[in-house]
């Protein structure tokens, strides 16, 4: 099953959403399509708060990060590819999103991404308790 991509990345934002209220978080996914993170969540007595960037692949593809390692932002990522069939998140601090990618150049044009074998990993596989509890 293929989605259009607008409805590929509501399913991972919300995929994610769903997974961050188990965890007891409040959970506000941010305007679509606007720069930024994808989701503000915070603790159920709000001294806690969290900037979360969601990345949503039809298939396990590799994720674009841009011309610059300089843009990720936010206090988690969070990868979910297959979304229409079987998800799977992969949670990532930035730290690992900018260590772990990967620099191309083609035509004078620089750009970054996650190749599937640095994201797909136990470590970050459906890892939800590395953001710990709302």
């Given at each position: 099953m293929t989605l259009d991509p607008q409805l590929t990345g509501n399913a991972g934002l919300y995929y994610t959403c769903y997974h961050l209220s188990l965890l007891?978080?409040?959970?506000?996914?941010?305007?679509?399509?606007?720069?930024?993170?994808?989701?503000?969540?915070?603790?159920?007595?709000?001294?806690?708060?969290?900037?979360?960037?969601?990345?949503?692949?039809?298939?396990?593809?590799?994720?674009?990060?841009?011309?610059?390692?300089?843009?990720?932002?936010?206090?988690?990522?969070?990868?979910?590819?297959k979304v229409a069939t079987t998800p799977s998140?992969?949670?990532?601090?930035p730290s690992e999103v900018r260590e772990l990618a990967k620099r191309g150049e083609k035509e004078g044009r620089v750009s970054f991404w996650l190749q599937p074998t640095s994201y797909d990993q136990e470590t970050f596989k459906e890892r939800w308790e590395r953001i710990g509890h709302g």
């Open positions: 007891g978080w409040n959970v506000m996914p941010t305007a679509r399509n606007a720069r930024g993170v994808d989701i503000i969540a915070y603790s159920q007595d709000a001294t806690r708060k969290l900037a979360i960037q969601v990345k949503a692949l039809s298939k396990r593809n590799p994720v674009p990060l841009g011309t610059s390692l300089d843009k990720i932002m936010g206090d988690v990522w969070v990868v979910v590819n998140a992969f949670i990532l601090l």
